[in-house]
């Protein structure tokens, strides 16, 4: 299909849609709610001290340069790395990439990745790929909560093991990990072994000491905080050799050609402020209204699951629920028509029909993981929000259900 068709057909289903009279979006993990302030930084940047190139030698080169630094020191205090362990790169996605990508070209005489089985798939397509280069890839099981087996993990560490790749916190079912024992227990068995966090949906939600984790490389993004889209980083530690992955002019950064996207940056730090010096009043807001919204869900609608754990080994923010016999995508756009804005199943898969590899990996069944919906809290939301969302959903899941070819006692509930 051409975009010229594509145009076409959004702009129609726009029109025939409407704009709702409220709406409501809890879709933060595909991308969203940005913070005012940090907006306003970005236009700042582009306004004065952003606009140029930060490695060009006049005075704009030098202000974009002094933004850039400035930036590059909030967000690695907030990490408790050095400054110079930061590489900026323009999103998670290119941070995780270059990780994993870069460590296996830098690093020929290892040649086994252990990859949890709930990886963002910007995590395991480059391990993918690596494999069909001649790695070896290893996934690391977990249990029905989505906890990493640290017991397989350790049994799998030997001579040729170069990395091992956990999130703290998995983006689709909210699980939060004990990396720090994790890291301890990888660096017992072999000092060697890299450890890769993807972090972008733990930093600034949940403890995250890279002084204390003692972990390699991890990898962050703005919008996942309520900064702009356009910027992320990798953090390398200190002696980890890593290859760039992209070629071409580089700027300030080592491994990531090209001009730095210093506008976002600026607004990314400015997220990351925001994110620290409210923390406990912007956490407990995001906890109280995730745990209203799941027992609203659960405690109303019947042959609903929560998936992912509950209580304090769930990220703050994280709701993921599967409304039985009920189709995923359908309810999206029923909810979509009363102003309310949600995704099935992860972010990444949700432009493909498939189940979500995490919701699989923690033993749902196809009908369950298909029945999936996600949600973010966020500071932005409030208690009127949660409960508009929970008057929507009674009606927009019995419609769904009453289409839905899958009917109730098709199969064992879990
Ligand atoms: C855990 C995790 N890793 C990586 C990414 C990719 O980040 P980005 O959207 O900045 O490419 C996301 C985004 O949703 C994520 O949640």
């Known amino acids: 299909m051409k975009i010229s068709d594509l145009s076409t057909d959004v702009a129609a289903l726009l029109e025939s849609h409407g704009v709702p009279e409220r709406e409501v979006y809890l879709d933060s993990e595909n991308s969203g709610l940005v913070f005012p302030e940090a907006l306003q930084a970005m236009v700042q940047a582009y306004a004065s001290g952003g606009m140029g190139h930060p490695s060009i030698t006049h005075r704009k080169g ?32 290119e941070a995780n990439n270059l990780a994993i990508t870069g460590l296996a070209r830098a690093n020929k005489t290892r040649k086994k990745l252990l990859i949890s089985d709930i990886e963002h798939l910007s995590v395991t397509f480059p391990a993918e790929q690596l494999q069909k280069e001649g790695c070896r890839v290893v996934t690391i099981p977990v249990d ?62 949940t403890e995250l000491d890279l002084e204390k984790t003692g972990a390699d490389l991890a990898s962050i993004s703005s919008h996942k905080i309520y900064g702009p889209k356009g910027a992320g980083a990798l953090f390398v530690r200190d002696g980890t050799s890593l290859d760039p992955i992209i070629r071409g002019q580089l700027s300030t950064q080592k491994l990531w050609a090209g001009v730095e996207n210093v506008p976002a940056i600026a607004g990314f730090a400015k997220a990351v402020e925001l994110m620290q010096t409210n923390r406990d009043q912007y956490l407990a807001v995001m ?4 745990d209203r919204l799941i027992s609203g869900i659960t405690e109303t609608i019947s042959d609903t699951l929560l998936n992912g754990p509950g209580g304090d080994h769930r990220a703050p923010d994280n709701v993921n629920i599967s409304f039985l016999n009920c189709e995923g995508e359908a309810l999206t756009v029923e909810m979509s028509l009363k102003g309310v804005y949600v995704s099935s199943g992860s972010a990444c898969t949700s432009r493909v029909l498939q189940p979500s590899h995490v919701l699989l990996a923690i033993r749902r069944r196809y009908e369950e ?28 899941v019995q419609r769904i259900r009453s289409l839905s070819p899958l009917k109730p006692g098709g199969g064992k509930h879990v």
């Open 62 to 93: 030098w202000e974009t340069y002094e933004t850039l630094l400035l930036a590059t020191l909030t967000i690695a205090g907030a990490l408790r790395c050095q400054p110079d362990e930061l590489v900026f790169t323009h999103s998670g996605t």
């Open 144 to 205: 029905r909560e989505g906890v990493v087996d640290q017991e397989f993990l350790a049994g799998q560490i030997d001579a040729d093991t170069l990395l091992v790749s956990v999130a703290p916190v998995n983006h689709e079912i909210g699980t939060v990990q004990d990396v720090r024992a994790m890291t301890e227990l990888v660096k017992d068995r072999d000092a060697g072994v890299a450890v890769h966090l993807d972090s972008c949906d733990a930093f600034c939600k």
């Open 287 to 290: 906890t109280k209204l995730r």
């Open 369 to 396: 993981a298909h029945g999936s919906i996600l949600m973010k809290t966020t500071p932005f939301h409030t208690e009127s929000d949660i409960e508009y969302v929970l008057t929507c959903f009674p009606d927009a």
